[in-house]
Nanobody
Framework: VQLQASGGGSVQAGGSLRLSCAAS????????MAWFRQAPGKERDFVAAISWSGYSRRYADSVKGRFTISRDSAKNTVYLQMNSLKFEDTAVYYC???????????????WGQGTQVTVSS
């Protein structure tokens, strides 16, 4: 499956952004989807994941209550709504697809190209 992430940009602390990840090439509904992020000089970390059905979601502790992951199977797209953004949310955000909605990179075999999110304090 091919993944195309978009929606990144620059925003002030406290603001909001919505990331989108459009999937193509295989049956989108067969895959769990996730978002990871990587700040300069750091590892790529888990942010959020959603099951193939959309009923199960999980979040990193650092984003719980601020970020929401969702999916639209009719549009083959997964979203990450990010509210109350903080400086430490600055990173390149990657979407990923895999068979299970886990929280480790190795569980996801397909990756998008990343979109930059910059939060100014």
């Amino acid at each position: 499956v091919q993944l195309q992430a978009s929606g990144g940009g620059s925003v002030q602390a406290g603001g909001s952004l919505r990331l989108s990840c459009a999937a193509s090439g295989r049956t989108f509904s067969n895959y769990a989807m996730a978002w990871f992020r990587q700040a300069p000089g750091k590892e790529r970390d888990f942010v959020a994941a959603i099951s193939w059905s959309g009923y199960s979601r999980r979040y990193a502790d650092s984003v719980k209550g601020r970020f929401t992951i969702s999916r639209d199977s009719a549009k083959n797209t997964v979203y990450l709504q990010m509210n109350s953004l903080k400086f430490e949310d600055t990173a390149v955000y990657y979407c990923a697809a895999g068979p299970l909605s886990g929280s480790t990179r190795s569980e996801f075999g397909f990756w998008g190209q990343g979109t930059q999110v910059t939060v100014s304090s």
